[in-house]
């Protein structure tokens, strides 16, 4: 069984910048892809960003594109997440989670989450 604690998150100011982390335990997380989803009340979970073990690929949604950087550092079992250029429509708590593919992280199939971190943005 795997954990994901994702920490990082807090209250700033748009044009912000904040550093997400998920650190992963359980199961060997240098084969496992990673990704970040957020979600606002009263909407669907929205993926934001994905990587793979090797961290060659990575996907953004175009909300995020050019703004978010996933990575990973394998010897500390950790993910991150740096959001750069913050707005206030990226509010929303932050999940991270793990799956074997980036494939079944995009499709939303990941069955291994974090608790959620909280990310307010405020204009």
């Known amino acids: 069984q795997v954990q994901l604690v994702e920490s990082g998150g807090g209250l700033v100011q748009a044009g912000d910048s904040l550093k997400l982390s998920c650190v992963h335990s359980?199961?060997?997380?240098?084969?496992?892809?990673m990704g970040w989803f957020r979600q606002t009340p009263g909407k669907e979970r929205e993926l934001v960003a994905g990587?793979?073990?090797?961290?060659?690929?990575?996907y953004y949604s175009d909300s995020v594109k050019g703004r978010f950087t996933i990575s990973r550092d394998n010897a500390k079992n950790t993910a991150y997440l740096q959001m750069n250029s913050l707005k206030p429509e990226d509010t929303a708590v932050y999940y991270c989670t793990a799956a074997d593919t980036l494939t079944t992280i995009v499709a939303g199939a990941s069955r291994s989450w974090g608790q959620g971190t909280q990310v307010t943005v405020s204009s």
């Open positions: 359980g199961r060997t997380f240098s084969v496992e892809a």
């Open positions: 990587i793979t073990w090797t961290g060659t690929n990575t």
